[in-house]
């Protein structure tokens, strides 16, 4: 929609942009919310997936979403990740969404989205969403910005410890790639100009099973409301690790820390995940339409550890 | 310079960065491929990279350099695609306008399953994954399924199919032009430039810089005379460029001041005392409209509420003072509810689109619209010029659900931008013009109370109705209640509400389905303190001669029969059935006409009616087919042209009832002609004596206008009886002011569904769709099904997913995308079963009224009692989404 902007100029000067698969940039390109200079890498990325000697996988970061999802070497080393991939955006947009473009992907909050509202993120000064209409923000109140960050590979690879490199830097965490949620201007801690390149993670554990969930309204296609990774390994009857990557639901993909205690050295069983779900919330913050998630987040943690129950 | 090959032949890629490829498919004349989201989630645009499925709306252009693309044009090029055969034989598409992105995915799922499973017969669970990333707005889903399912299993190898739908190849090949298809010689684009604020005054509107731009070829205002912004999106002036950045530059260059005022957001903060006004008194004229017809009596209005309107009640004050006894007492009978439905977007997946042309004082106006007769008059009045200068043109539409009922700002933006420009101009609204100004159903606030008598019978029913119309007036909600359940007293009221929001409009059904929300429950929620079955309590309550053979069949359903209880499920999943009713008025448009001619042996039929997808075609060929012993394919219809004999607007579910009548006096008429001419009669004992007698005839026309109806028997009445004098002066103004007529006889439908709630993540699941539909003979009966089907899946994203979000102080849409303004997909879709009882409308010549609106009446609140009846909890306001989900289940409230 063409409107008139009669509020103050944009506050943001356009910083250069790469696009790789172009999935997420030629939206915002389109609306007028992104403007500046263009760099198309979709050419000259890395797409492989290579394998050491261990069994860790290296990956490209044009690497496409679908080949992620549909790579069966993935799906055997580290089923989470391939069930994430599997799970977000259409069976179209899979194909040509890359791995990197969905970690550096901007905020699907519908504020940000319009080009004639003005937000922490395009450099203005108060989060509209804040004060008014939330209903898909976060419930982990974290920073200024009230968007949750929308990158399903993310929580995946949080999940999985995973590093990335850019052309500047390596050994990245996922946190150390999206921050700690405080920072509202932007989506991630890159650079202007900085590239990711590729994606390593360690080799699977010794029996470690894996499952991904989101909880939306309809059956396909939609952005999370609360979405989540979770890895166990189980021994003995009894969980000997369990991560909990969490998206959806804070400004950063979020581990769940202090359920993963309350699980760990438990019988692994429906009823000690039942009692551990309660911790899947502790440290949130929900913001007066966000309560919602906190259930959601619960019964998630409930779904997708079940599933990998004997 | 690049290239990529498309559908065999080499085309250039423009080396502009920017450039998506589907403007470059479509520029180059493939117009097949539609644009509908922009947002890669709609599946519209669709085509072929190299074999892979992708969404050409996203993709640069430059990403298919050296590379091999196939369009829909380029899907059996050769000879139909056995996906498309499947798709035209299973009617899997209703407007069509969704369908070669669905036929290029699903052609390329078939052509992998084939490869790798044979002809084994993938699951629907298979084919929704396959199909997740596509959205049909009609609805034609379960036609979908069988479609893809038969293709993959063989069945459509052989020979192209007789579809039932006359247009069905033209729409699976993608040669079906709609308007924004359009292009003329030396064709311009237009935009609208909208408000950004609420509510202002705008002072030194200054077109001249947009004018100054290279390639602008005329700057209109589309200011109202009192210069005023009563919503964000509120058209301020609009611009025809060479194309569509040139305009949009243009139109960042027009400079105004806008002398703010305070404005009010919504049904809650519009109702405070100290609410801004949004008109003032001298200013209410300018309101839109949300209802089909025309507005009844005068209304009062007091701040930003217009009504109370009550034409309807009965015994208001005895309703109020017996519901005020029962509640003083304690009556445990006495249900008392506030209900709240949610603003649905109409959605239709072709945008409100225009082109106009003038060659010299003929002016030829391409139109989205559901009533070309009726926008041909219009223009005609609004213009000056004679009927016979205005020719109003829509061959496929695509979708309306009475969003485009009459002559909107993208027609009268493309007229003023072709007159001043010299030159023809399209103008087609972006998808967040879409799904923000161009109409919706309002939401709504019910009251609801209702009382049985201690002998068990409906005495008492009081609904009061608050309608968030945004800045339009004439909500009929409430008043609806009295056309069903007759009491001993009713008190019917409803109120506009008017706010700083976009004009609602007319919605299939318009008030139906609110109040069918609120009522269905109420009784849902008597019958369970009444301790009697819900259906035998409607068939108690409800004397309906169509109804009453409705709940029959509700009630020897399985699924109703085997129901068990909610207090009996305890675990995460939870399934429950709940039961709804609706009804529809039986209306028909005085004046339509039909011709019906020979023309070089062959029939054809020609009405200035339009097809936005509901079988229009269809329902003229099978009836003059049927006449003639001939098969559909056989008779020639033509419509979709203003200049052709008066038909129907497609709205008020009146099509069927206005053309099939005079279509019957037509066949008549020319059997007799073709008789009386011929110069020889068929051969003995031919088996198709009209198709010869056909061939031989000389060309002759004759037309008929729509009769009256016959006598209907006794007990069959207008539905507009129910409601007394006030019924039948309704029904006389809309006769006159509307030429619509309501008949005798009531279409009707009752619903059961059957729901499975996740108890975890608030998610519910329609797993079983059955749907009764009492609308007389089926004039097109795969097409009629096609209906219920489409009808029951918008009923279920009316339910579950479609809200509207607005900022709530600055008056913006927030959901202006089809990310967020969530329909249904065809994973939602449940399995279905149809019901048709035929009997009802003998009266009716042909036998046939429409379908359109009756079918999605009851289906929230069948949903809503299923959903009760799973959990235990009664939900009372929609969408039913996660977050209102799980406040339900822990007693707490939603956001």
Same mark, same amino acid.
């Given at each position: ?10 506050? @943001? ?21 992104? /403007? ?68 550096? /992907? ?52 949080? @999940? ?14 996922? @946190? ?20 990711? +390149?590729?994606? @390593? ?11 991904? +969930? ?51 050295? +438990? ?30 987040? /619960? ?12 | ?62 990403? &298919? ?97 007789? &579809? ?11 040669? &079906? ?80 001041? !806008? ?27 300018? #309101? ?139 103008? &087609? ?15 709504? $606030? ?66 139906? !389905? ?116 001939? $098969? ?29 009548? !005079?279509?019957?006096? #037509? ?151 089809? $990310? ?34 009756? #079918? ?31 406040? #339900? ?7």
């Amino acid at each position: 929609m063409s409107v008139a902007v009669m509020t103050a100029e944009p506050t @943001a000067k356009p910083t250069p942009e790469f696009r790789a698969g172009g999935t997420d940039f030629s939206e915002r390109r389109r609306s007028g919310v992104s /403007q500046g200079l263009l760099i198309d890498i979709s050419a000259t990325g890395d797409k492989a997936i290579t394998w050491d000697a261990d069994g860790a996988a290296q990956i490209g970061a044009l690497t496409t979403i679908a080949t992620i999802a549909t790579d069966a070497r993935i799906a055997a080393a580290y089923p989470g990740i391939a069930a994430s991939a599997q799970g977000l955006a259409t069976p179209q947009v899979r194909q040509v969404a890359t791995l990197g473009g969905n970690l550096a /992907q901007r905020s699907r909050c519908w504020y940000f989205r319009r080009a004639d509202i003005d937000c922490l993120k395009k450099g203005g000064s108060t989060c509209p969403a804040r004060s008014g209409n939330h209903l898909y923000g976060v419930a982990f109140d974290l920073g200024p910005c009230v968007a949750p960050h929308p990158s399903t590979m993310a929580a995946a690879l949080l @999940a999985y410890d995973a590093t990335i490199t850019t052309d500047r830097r390596s050994g990245l965490t996922i @946190a150390g790639l999206l921050g700690d949620g405080s920072v509202s201007h932007a989506d991630h801690t890159l650079a202007a100009g900085e590239m990711i +390149k590729s994606i @390593a993670l360690p080799a699977p554990l010794e029996g470690e099973r894996a499952s991904y +969930k989101r909880a939306i309204s309809r059956t396909y296609a939609e952005w999370p409301l609360v979405e989540l990774c979770t890895r166990v390994v189980i021994a003995d009857g009894k969980f000997q690790l369990v991560r909990l990557a969490a998206g959806g639901v804070a400004p950063v993909p979020l581990r769940l820390a202090a359920a993963e205690v309350a699980l760990h050295g +438990k019988i692994a069983n429906a009823a000690s995940i039942a009692d551990a779900a309660k911790a899947a919330t502790s440290g949130a913050k929900p913001l007066p339409m966000t309560g919602y998630k906190l259930d959601l987040l /619960q019964g998630l943690m409930r779904d997708v550890l079940e599933r990998l129950l004997d | 310079m690049t290239t990529t090959t498309i559908n065999g032949r080499p085309l250039a890629l423009p080396d502009d960065p920017d450039a998506l490829l589907v403007d470059v498919i479509r520029d180059g004349g493939l117009t097949g491929t539609k644009l509908v989201c922009g947002s890669g989630v709609c599946g519209a645009c669709t085509v072929l990279l190299d074999g892979t499925p992708v969404v050409s709306c996203l993709l640069p252009a430059q990403a &298919a350099a050296d590379k091999s693309l196939t369009t829909i044009e380029g899907i059996g090029s050769t000879g139909l695609h056995p996906v498309q055969k499947a798709f035209m034989a299973h009617d899997a598409l209703q407007c069509g306008f969704c369908t070669p992105g669905f036929v290029v995915e699903a052609t390329a799922f078939h052509d992998s399953w084939r490869a790798t499973r044979g002809t084994a017969t993938p699951s629907r669970e298979e084919i929704a994954a396959a199909l997740s990333g596509h959205l049909c707005r009609c609805g034609a889903y379960e036609g979908i399924y069988r479609a893809v399912a038969e293709a993959c299993s063989g069945r459509f190898d052989g020979n192209d199919p007789i &579809a039932p739908r006359l247009e069905a190849r033209d729409k699976v090949t993608g040669l &079906a032009r709609y308007t924004v298809d359009i292009h003329h010689d030396g064709q311009l684009e237009g935009v609208i430039l909208r408000a950004h604020v609420a509510h202002a005054r705008i002072t030194r509107l200054d077109l001249a810089p947009a004018r100054a731009i290279a390639g602008v070829a005329a700057v209109v205002p589309l200011l109202d005379d009192d210069n005023m912004i009563r919503f964000v999106g509120a058209p301020i002036a609009a611009v025809a460029a060479k194309d569509r950045r040139t305009a949009l530059k243009a139109i960042a260059a027009i400079t105004f001041r !806008p002398e703010p005022f305070p404005a009010v957001i919504g049904l809650d903060a519009a109702r405070r005392d100290d609410a801004p006004v949004v008109f003032e008194k001298k200013d209410r004229k300018r #309101a839109g409209n949300v209802s089909e017809g025309a507005g009844g009596a005068p209304v009062s209005w007091k701040g930003n509420v217009r009504g109370p309107s009550a034409p309807f009640s009965q015994k208001a004050k005895q309703a109020k003072s017996w519901l005020d006894e029962a509640r003083a007492q304690r009556n445990p009978l006495l249900v008392e509810e506030t209900f709240r439905v949610s603003t649905q977007q109409h959605a239709s997946l072709e945008p409100h689109a225009a082109v106009a042309r003038f060659d010299g004082d003929q002016l030829t106006v391409h139109i989205s619209t559901q009533a070309i007769h009726e926008s041909m008059e219009k223009i005609a009045k609004r213009y000056g010029l004679p009927h016979d200068r205005v020719r109003v043109i829509a061959d496929h539409v695509g979708g309306g659900f009475g969003s485009k009922g009459s002559v909107g700002l993208e027609t009268i933006a493309a007229i003023e931008l072709a007159r001043a420009a010299k030159a023809p101009v399209r103008v &087609a609204f972006d998808r967040e013009e879409e799904l923000s100004v161009a109409g919706y159903r309002p939401a709504a $606030e019910l009251k609801l109370s209702l009382l049985p008598s201690t002998e068990g019978r409906l005495k008492a029913l009081s609904l009061t109705a608050h309608a968030d119309t945004g800045a339009a007036v004439n909500s009929l909600i409430a008043g609806l209640a009295r056309l069903i359940y007759p009491a001993e007293a009713k008190e019917l009221v409803d109120f506009d509400v008017l706010s700083n929001l976009p004009p609602g409009a007319p919605f299939r059904g318009p008030g139906g !389905p609110p109040m069918s929300f609120a009522l269905e429950q109420a009784i849902d929620e008597a019958a369970l303190r009444m301790k009697v079955d819900p259906i035998q309590l409607r068939k108690l309550w409800d004397p309906d001669p169509n109804r009453q053979r409705l709940y029959d069949w509700a009630a020897g359903l399985d699924v109703w029969k085997s129901r068990k209880p909610a207090a009996s499920q305890s675990g995460r999943y939870r399934r429950g059935v709940g039961v709804a009713t609706g009804y529809w008025l039986y209306l028909w448009q005085t004046g339509s006409s039909v011709e019906l001619a020979v023309k070089g042996g062959r029939l054809v039929a020609s009405c200035a009616v339009q097809d936005i997808g509901t079988g229009t075609r269809s329902v003229i060929a099978n009836t003059v087919a049927k006449a003639f012993d001939l $098969e559909p394919q056989d008779v020639e219809v033509r419509i979709g042209r203003s200049n052709l004999p008066p038909g129907p607007g497609s709205g008020g579910s009146r099509v069927t009832a206005s053309v099939v009548p !005079p279509t019957l006096l #037509a066949i008549d008429k020319l059997k007799a002609e073709i008789k009386r001419t011929a110069s020889r009669t068929p051969a003995p004992g031919s088996n198709a004596p009209w198709r010869e007698m056909i061939a031989a005839s000389p060309d002759i026309a004759v037309s008929a206008k729509r009769q009256e109806d016959g006598k209907p028997p006794p007990g069959v009445r207008p539905a507009l009886h129910e409601a007394g004098l006030m019924g039948r002066v309704f029904g006389w103004v809309l006769r006159l002011m509307n030429h619509m007529v309501v008949g005798a006889g009531v279409p009707s439908s009752v619903q059961v569904m059957e729901v499975e709630v996740d108890t975890w993540l608030g998610h519910v699941r329609v797993l079983n769709a059955y749907t009764g539909l009492a609308i007389g003979k089926l004039a097109a009966p795969t097409l009629a099904r096609s209906q219920a089907a489409g009808a029951v899946i918008q009923g279920i994203g009316y339910a579950l997913y479609e809200t509207r979000e607005t900022d709530p102080s600055s008056g913006h849409i927030l959901s202006g995308s089809m $990310e967020d303004y969530r329909i249904p997909g065809i994973a939602d879709m449940p399995k279905l079963d149809v019901h048709f009882d035929e009997a009802g409308f003998e009266h009716v010549p042909g036998g046939s009224v429409g379908i359109g609106e009756v #079918a999605t009446v009851p289906t929230s609140p069948a949903i809503a009692n299923a959903i009760r009846d799973a959990i235990g909890v009664r939900l009372t306001e929609i969408p039913f989404r996660p977050d209102r989900l799980v406040a #339900a289940l822990k007693g707490r409230d939603a956001a």
